[in-house]
């Protein structure tokens, strides 16, 4: 159902080009700021009450607003206006169902991203970030709070690594590493379902629902792939370094996500083709459950019906049936009935159908 | 039926290059030509009652002109020849069967769309509309009223947005961002349509007109593909911007066009990998459904037919069968029935058939 | 058969390159020369008796020779000389297992296609025809007469079109245009063929043929696939217009030429998946039978094998059968079986099998 | 056996690079020199019975070593030291797992490539020849004698066609022409072996090796694939042009050869497909058999279940059954099993089961 | 479980970037450092006991440092240093999940390979070896000792081949040789398993864990796959010579490594070809088995359940039979029934069922 609503709300069909609308879900959202102002000495970290406030930053540092509440259309048109930002950029921002993407303006970058999660349930959840790196500042924006940028929050207030005595441009960079590193315990996740699913199939424990699990997890990694793979794109973009606000020497760390990148593509594809072979697997372990159900089926008729027949030739009742008369027919039979029971079981035996 | 005469109207073999033949089947519609011209300041909107009218407008304003019946092909020539168009050009627009294009002249550019839409018996029906670009004027030519350019209408009746102080180019822009725009609607439903037959094979609920429906859904998903796939490279030639007749304030918009059209085809692609597995699923339900069966049979045949075989034994009629004297057999033979009826349920019940 | 021989011939293996060798089957055929020779003013048709006069015609016309008679390698040779081509363009000339192609040489333009056509026997034909395009004539090459050229010699007797008022260019484009045409008719009766399977499938009309001649129906589209596809290649570059043979205003009608080949080619590539997943179908049915024959088996086995177990109890001759003697035994056993029938067939309805 | 034991041999793992091991398997092989020294005017053909005699041949003519024998490790080194060859080109010349190739050094062009025949068993035999180009001369190694050159060698003793005027690039040409020429009797061969396969598969004569047959005909394309597609690269190069020993007027042959191996290498697709989908008919063969089966079964079982329950009742030993005193009884009860059984046979008639 | 914690461990998410963190599981390994220091005259080997011990080497040599234990960060580090390594240098050679890759630097080139070998458990295992390439020197680093350069430290001892005479980029192709070359025997040993597994399935020796088998080794062409296709875009970038520390006269040897690679390369899809058309052998032996399974049921029910039906016919009770009273009925019945059992077997015979 959610699904269906969420594909309906992608585009509002015959909406104005530029038009700043949100199509999400979370309409009642608290619009939440939060900036980070810094350079190599010093740093601030702030929660911003009004957007006006994100306009006050002083040049010569590195300014980063998170800006979550992507409903808040009003705020985020208000900070599109300071910064300058094209009208089709700010209805990027807030339509969540973006392909990834880049795009080149003259005095900024924009690049929506998917940061991918497990929610409680177990599904996959894909959320939309997006990045303005302009010559000073970053500006990202996000549905709601919550993300996985608790690292570099971290490396910015301690002052680790090189984050604070970089530009803005690291910043970015440092960003999107983390959602990078976070699609890896996605795919962790991803290819344990695989392994159960293997082992759950190689076991014998084959219920009607794995096939519909099957298609799921299909459905999941082709989620996951579209999410991801266009970023290959977005990052061997940035990394050939034509855009003079990425410095020629962060480019080696955008070189960095994007192997990891590749790497993430590689165990997606394997992956992908690890499930569509499950299923060639379970079609034949059904085949095998077949044969094993025919096997019993023919050993029992095989057995017993010529036996079932012999009984009914000496119960009619013609008049003169010379064996009936003799006493020890009854016990002879017996044991040609036996002697054949044996043989049958032998038979089958030497066909290694028992 | 009518699929086939399509086909075959598709080109009438042997005609002359440029011969403006309409192909169709709305060979009697009306001819309706309606016009808009409008600058920043002002904007007229007629109807017009002949084609001589549509060469009265001013420069230094856009006109947009769209004209619907094809199968009026005197009108189209006239119109051709007022704006000098290519003889082929004119053969292109009222042949239908035209595949998605893009040709440049040196004074125009040539655009060839399919409309799509899901008509009233759910059939996809795809309506071919053709683009004429010139410097101050768009042409657009359609086989029949009722279109999804209802928006840009209203756009420009009302001044919203930015159509009206902008160029030609810009509306081609806004026209064609209609069309891709309702491209979601229609994937939206084939997506619906592939949800449904998924529900209903894991739901079990397959009769065998199930793969006649897959059938049937795989060729839509290949008519939509090829209207839609040729589209990109369509527009994303437009974006590139080697044409005089598109400004490079317009681009930008162009690329927003291209950025929806490559989601919309992933989408298809996504559909049509999921529909092939569909296929695999309702296999594997057809042999989940036989192995029943077969165990069903199987049960029964092996539990009642040794059953039978030792009721036939003692109907057997030999005159000297101890057993039968005994007073209490009968009842024994049943006690030892009932056993092996239980000890055979259990088995089954070991091997998980029942 | 043929079919065989036709492969072994296709290279006279160690022969000598530029050996002029006929490698078809039309050994006796008579040689027949067609000549048109045309410009704006005039035209003059000829049918000519002897190779010499081929070189007869003046410059400043546009001389069409058409040679029909591959088997005549001498006269051939001799119109190779006079016109000064290469020797391996006369050894593919006869050859007639090329493939599509395209050579350019300093003088004139070589072309051959395979012009696709369906025989008396509903079997798809090819017959190779190949193009020399001179600064002033067009040279086509035919194994036998009867070709889809009739509509150009119409065009150039009558003044038809544009065809007397054009170039050399224009003619081998027009003498394309007719080939590829024709192509649309050979894929159409593909399309029906294909939509006839899919009915027969669905209704359920399978036999055992039907495998045979959806592997005869790929074979089918393998071979107009490897006719038509080289062809897309070779009119893109006679398109992109390097060569000074082909005049920039032709080149349009070229590009023309070029969408419809890229549509036959969409055609084809659809029938072929559709072909393909036709194979599914069909697996899919025959299952479907399978498990239908397999459910009236355990129908007719499940209810009467329990019955007739019920009948041998009572058919043993135990002295002391405590029912046996009891008045009402047979009409109250009779009931049970009645009771038991009906509760079987219940059964079976709701597991939906009846 | 022998397959493994070449591919162990493939490369000595561990050796200097640079080192002329043989890896073939003919160690005791005689070294065989054949030596043509030839140009317009005479041509003289000698064997060799000695390396040093391949260094005695004038400037001005074109001279072909062809060096059979590649265990002859010493010769090799012998002639590479002479003719200035990297040591690299040695080791290749002697390895014979070789993948076809083309290297070009300062003075001469190296290529490798695979000459292809079915042997006595009809298995495929790839046996690979080495090519060394220079200004004058061509040199050949080949693992043993017997080739597919004798039409060249025939046609420089007689001086028929251009060799004998043309220079050492020619002499390249025509002989690999010669292997590429003998690719059309390998693939013809292949072809043959498929439709018989078919013609097996659909007259159902289908024994349980077809499947081993097929993996085996699979196999075989994989490696004529694997010979001969590489090819298309190094002629493709070839004909480009780009280096000086080929000249400008024998590219046209190699244009021609690549023609060849185009088709060459489309048949093979074309066979490979055909060979997958060979797989599929198969499949269907065999469920269509198993249907068959079933339907045997469950018409003899439908049949005479029911009638042995009917004698089964009347096999009872009620005290009281009405029927068995009546005397038509017998005779009743045989009309109504035969109309029973009529009944039955005309519903299987009419589900087409008979 | 191993290979879960692995991929855990492949990032430590949220990490700050150019963090030097071991990644694998040899958490205890002793540092092993190793050092050649070799020219034309003279080679020095010695073990070396400290990392400072590293630093010591004198210019006008080529120096090979061969550091073994990734889990003594501190000394990577400290070689780091040294070598003015950018961070995410030493970040990677730790990483032993690297995907194989090329980094150029200004002073020194950056490559990742996999060294691949079968374990004691016929597992394949893949261990990362870094090479860093410097002016005069070349770094290895390895998780453990053992490795397969054995024979490049015997050429460096013995002064065998050019490897002394050449500079440090020869020693890098050298060592990355021998890498590739062991991979020759680790598909060899993929090859043979293949084999096998054909040998097993068409000799009908297929249980059960066949398909878990055959997925298993499925999984191991995926891992071989991923460890060696991305080399061939690496060698292939060193082998264009762009880069100063590649002497032109060394690239002639990467290009000979790269052939190899594609040798190997090609094998391992053969392989994956050959081991996805197992799977289809695989089912297509499961449904001839059931074939037969059915065919035995369906002949030992068709013969036995008519005659068993004319048994019940006489077994019944009616008064009135006229055959029974018969003397010689029961023998003419026997002769009835052996009739009708030839009978059935002669059909079955026919349709080739026995």
Redesign the interface.
Known sequence: MA??RK??S??H???????VIYTGEKQDHKLFIEAFDYNKGMHIEKELLDVEECFNFEHGTVTWININGLNHVHAIERIGEHYEL?P?VLEDIVNI???P?I?EYDDYLFVVLKMLYYDTNEKIVSEQVSFVLGPEYVLTFQESEGD?F??VRE?IRQG???VRSMGADYLL??LM??IV??Y??VI?IL??KI?DF?TNI?S?NVD?DI??NI?NL??EI?RVR?AIFPLREIISRMEKGDNSLIEPKTI??F??VY??L??VS?NID?YR??IW???????????????E??????I???I??????I???????????????Y????FI?WGVMIVMFIAMLFYFKRKK?L
Chains 1, 2, 3, 4, 5 share one sequence.
Do not use: C
């Open positions: 699904k269906k594909l309906r992608k585009k069909i015959g909406q104005i080009p530029g038009s094209h089709l169902s973006q392909r993407k795009d996985v608790d690292s490396r680790k690594g090189r960079y440092a590493d983390a590193d976070h890896f315990s962790e290819g344990n392994e293997e190689f014998g009607e096939s519909q298609q299909k459905r082709l579209r080696t760390y070189r960095d192997d990891h590749i790497q590689e394997i083709e690890m072979s499950l299923m060639d697997m379970y079609m034949t372990t059904i085949s095998n459950k077949m044969n159900v025919m096997k019993v089926l023919t029992m008729a095989s017993f019906i010529p036996l079932t027949f009984a009914g030739i000496y119960g009619m009742n013609f008049e003169y049936i010379p064996e009936l008369q006493r020890y027919s009854y039979l159908w």
